[in-house]
């Protein structure tokens, strides 16, 4: 089951910019900051409370990233829940009619196997299945 809210995706064409800009929004800079060369992604997380805002930058031009920025412009990409069992939760959603992007999992950012379903069986909005595999930034 979903058990809150990891973070919300935001894609950003210049993510030392977009930096510059949430730093100012939030009176701090990134808590965590890393590429994730598998997803061709570099990503800046700010801590909300519990969640976090990720900042997502494409580094190859075939990326997925890149490829929702030129159809959609900057924005929201995507929410992603905390599950215990990403697994178990692309079963569950698979037979409850969800259409999956990813059967399997794969690494995140911040020690976090993930997968995706397809926003069309979610009224538009990507979501991010991340079940916590290691320890990252420091804890």
């Known amino acids: 089951m979903l058990r809150s809210i990891a973070h919300i995706g935001v894609a950003v ?7 510059a800009l949430y730093s100012a929004l939030f009176g701090h800079g990134p808590d965590h900051r890393e590429d994730v060369p598998d997803q061709n992604v570099r990503t ?7 969640s ?3 900042l997502l930058q494409a580094t190859s031009a075939d990326s997925a990233i890149a490829k929702f920025i030129e159809k959609r412009g900057e924005g929201m990409h995507h929410i992603s829940f905390v599950v215990d069992d990403v ?22 950012a911040g020690g976090f196997l993930v997968a ?20 990252a930034h420091g804890g």
């Open 13 to 19: 064409r210049d993510i030392e910019t977009t930096i």
């Open 44 to 50: 800046a997380m700010f801590a909300a409370g519990p």
């Open 52 to 54: 976090s805002v990720e």
């Open 87 to 108: 697994r178990a939760e692309l079963r569950r959603l698979e037979a409850a009619g969800f259409q999956l992007i990813d059967r399997e999992p794969r690494r995140g």
């Open 116 to 135: 995706f379903v397809h926003p069309k069986s979610a009224h538009g909005v990507l979501i991010e299945l991340g079940q916590k595999i290691e320890a």
